[in-house]
């Protein structure tokens, strides 16, 4: 396996991460601090690190979370030679779609947001 480095790695992992069924988006955190900066911009949700890769992610409701995650690392780990950590930071509406930005936590599973 070759690893490629730095801006396409990490389009790549998220585009893989995105082709997931069940997977909303990637997701950069409550304050935007998961991400893979880049010359001109950045990947959020993807971090990689020196000794692993960190994918955080929205999760569409109508989908198994742990599955989910499992089937994103196990489509991702043959990209990179280090371990690939999963994170579910949110799970939104099927009808939410991956271009609306999901609401954080208890707020998306409340009747009154329903």
Do not use: C
């Amino acid at each position: 396996m070759t690893e490629t480095t730095g801006v396409d790695l990490a389009v790549q992992i998220a585009t893989v991460a995105r082709s997931v069924p069940g997977v909303a988006d990637l997701h950069g955190g409550v304050f935007g601090e998961v991400a893979t900066y880049l010359p001109g911009g950045r990947v959020a949700g993807v971090r990689i690190a020196e000794g692993h890769v960190e994918i955080h992610l929205s999760l569409f409701w109508d989908h198994p979370v742990r599955a989910t995650a499992d089937t994103v690392r196990t489509t991702v780990e043959p990209l990179v030679d280090r371990p690939v950590h999963v994170t579910v930071q949110d799970i939104v509406r099927p009808e939410a779609g991956p271009d609306t930005r999901p609401l954080y936590g208890a707020q998306r599973l409340t009747k009154e947001n329903s």
